[in-house]
């Protein structure tokens, strides 16, 4: 396969996982990953195969997120490659009787690797660039607690803030635009083109 066909497989490859997972086809969404694959996001971090699940169960009681996807940027080096796309990630619930879309809009960071002739990823790290709430209903103001709001990280911040109303922990130093977690995360993909080894046990320690 030319680089040119694997950035094709990867590109394929990072669609899929956006189609698969909203349209809730589980067993397709399992082969975008390999079996030992792990997702960080705003309220999971852990084993793909637990991400599966849990998505899967949310999924079930009417959690709505979904996602869009824009560009890729892919970088390859023998058998690994670093992938950005850039995304939102749309989700609607209710907060204090408001129905409410929050959209946020970043950057999936993902280190992939080719095992037998396959693409797949090992670690998928969103960065969250920039985000808002609006009422699906122009009529209706959504009320919201300013000092909660203003805890979380301006990149996530209303996200954040909607997942932690309806029962979700959110974890509170994820990679934004800027600062020390995005560069961390640079340098995390640096080592991974180079061959060393990339643990998911650092992403949960970035503070």
């Not at 999936?108 to 998928?124: G, S």
């Not at 969250?128 to 979380?152: C, H, M, N, T, W």
């Amino acid at each position: 396969m030319s680089g040119w066909d694997d950035k094709l497989a990867i590109d394929e490859l990072l669609h899929n996982w956006a189609i698969r997972r909203d349209a809730g086809h589980w067993e397709r969404f399992q082969t975008v990953w390999h079996d030992d694959g792990w997702m960080m996001a705003t309220w999971f971090q852990g084993p793909a195969t637990e991400f599966i699940r849990v998505s899967r169960e949310g999924w079930d009681k009417g959690v709505n997120i979904l996602h869009f996807l824009g560009g890729s940027s892919i970088d390859i080096r023998a058998h690994r490659a670093i992938a950005q796309t850039k995304m939102t990630i749309s989700q609607r619930a209710s907060i204090n009787g408001c129905l409410c879309d929050v959209v946020c809009t970043g950057r999936f960071y993902d280190f992939l690797e080719k095992r037998n002739d396959r693409w797949a990823i090992v670690i998928r790290q969103p960065i969250y660039e920039k985000d808002r709430i609006d009422p699906v209903s122009p009529a209706d103001v959504p009320e919201l607690d300013q000092g909660s709001l203003q805890a979380f990280p301006e990149g996530y911040r209303h996200l954040a803030y909607m997942q932690e109303q309806i029962g979700y922990r959110v974890k509170r130093d994820m990679p934004s635009l800027k600062g020390k977690q995005v560069e961390a995360l640079y340098q995390r993909g640096d080592r991974w083109l180079e061959g060393l080894a990339v643990t998911p046990q650092e992403f949960l320690s970035v503070t």
